[in-house]
């Protein structure tokens, strides 16, 4: 196997970080900054009281659009690019957590594009430059503060794009601003932020023995913060942990280098998202254990060595499919420690949509979904079903 590994992000990490937001702006030459957010947060953390002194210190103009929601739209995006162009905005501010920051880097890509940013959603296009884009880490989970990803959706189709071309040049996450998002978001993200440590392990190819190793020794942490986030959300030292851990697992894929990573739960929920407009991790806990018991009929092995590995399940008393379903117990179990849905009836989604989800993913079933076991029509209808 053969790969290159290279980020441009820098991460300015710990309590007081955000007092590097002007050097930081000037690295960047930023003379009109677009500020995007999502809620009065940016005003109750003092974060909003940094950005406007650090703008007037360097001279840069401020514009700012606080309408930023969950599952963000292409709507705003689109006209946040007219705002921007209309005044010469050279580097784009997001601050909160996903939604945020995905918003702001398709800004970044449709300001450099002449046509329709959603073609570079579609496959139409691909970006070819962005405008440098920075980000103010308010919740831990997603890993988009470091990522190559962003995640829109227009009407019900909901997409990513997934080019180095977005990776912010800077993130701030200090965790102390984490301390006001409220339970339900907090706790999705966490049960997110445990799930990305997972999609990249469900691999059938050829990867490096090494990286097990890195993502086991992630997800074990990412659960014992998590079970610690539910006993108390407010402990500084344990948020600490989770917003490291979000920026370490998804940090341009470090630990998913050298192997084909699967993504089906993700890209299953993307629709669930785009269809039902679910928080992203609730949709996550609805669905990933019934994947995991469905795929491990024909295809236990990954799920069973984590089984063994991460759980400490005996190898020699169980089967690798039993060794698999162990380990969906122990994820649903710690998807309801947060008080997560771990169904889609708890999500209020009416089983009849199921065949609809299936034709959307699969294109009417012209395509698969995931590459760990591929799933066609018929699977996601009978993963959905199980996880009703």
């Known amino acids: ?44 953390l003092g974060i909003h ?70 073609d570079l959603f579609t496959g139409v296009a691909e970006p070819q430059s962005s405008v440098s884009v920075g980000v103010i880490s308010t919740i831990p ?17 909901k997409r990513a794009l997934e080019n180095r071309i977005v990776i912010p040049k800077f993130a701030i996450v200090n965790p102390e601003y984490s301390r006001t998002a409220p339970y339900r978001y907090q706790a999705a993200a966490v049960a997110d932020l445990a799930v990305g440590f997972l999609e990249p392990y469900f691999t059938a190819k050829d990867h490096l023995e090494s990286e097990d190793r890195l993502l086991e020794g992630g997800l074990k942490a990412a659960l ?3 079970r610690r986030f539910v006993e108390d959300p407010q402990d500084l030292k344990n948020r ?17 280098t050298g192997s084909e990573n699967d993504w089906t739960t ?3 929920e993307h629709e669930l998202g785009g269809e039902f407009d679910v928080i992203h991790g609730e949709g996550i806990s609805a669905i990933l254990p019934s994947i995991i018991r469905y795929v491990a009929r024909r295809q236990p092995k990954r799920y069973a060595q984590l089984a063994v590995r991460v759980f400490d399940a005996d190898p020699y008393d169980n089967d690798e499919e039993q060794l698999a379903n162990y380990f969906a117990n122990r994820i649903e179990e710690h998807f309801k420690a947060f008080g997560l849905a771990t169904s889609l009836h708890e999500l209020g989604i009416a089983e009849s949509s199921i065949e609809h989800v299936a034709d959307r993913l699969t294109l009417n079933g012209s395509k698969t979904v995931g590459n760990y076991s591929p799933l066609d029509r018929n699977d996601v209808i009978a993963v959905l079903r199980l996880a009703y």
């Open 224 to 226: 014992v913060a998590g």
């Open 240 to 256: 600490t942990e989770l917003h490291w851990l979000s920026a370490t697992m998804f940090n341009h894929c470090f630990l998913a």
């Open 49 to 118: 009281d940094v950005i406007n002194q650090a703008a007037r210190n360097i001279g840069a103009n401020l514009i700012e659009n606080g309408d930023v929601v969950p599952n963000p739209h292409i709507d705003l995006v689109r006209n946040l690019i007219d705002q921007a162009r209309a005044a010469d905005v050279d580097f784009i501010l997001a601050v909160g957590g996903a939604s945020s920051f995905d918003t702001a880097k398709a800004v970044g890509v449709g300001l450099e594009y002449d046509g329709d940013v959603w």
């Open 266 to 268: 993700h890209r299953i």
């Open 1 to 44: 196997m053969s790969f290159i590994y290279y980020t441009q992000s820098k991460l300015v990490f710990g309590v007081g970080s955000q007092n590097q937001l002007e050097a930081l702006l000037r690295e960047n030459a930023a003379t009109s900054i677009l500020l995007v957010y999502s809620g009065d947060y940016v005003f109750d």
């Open 141 to 157: 989970g997603s890993g988009s503060e470091v990522s190559d990803c962003a995640v829109l959706q227009q009407g019900h189709d």
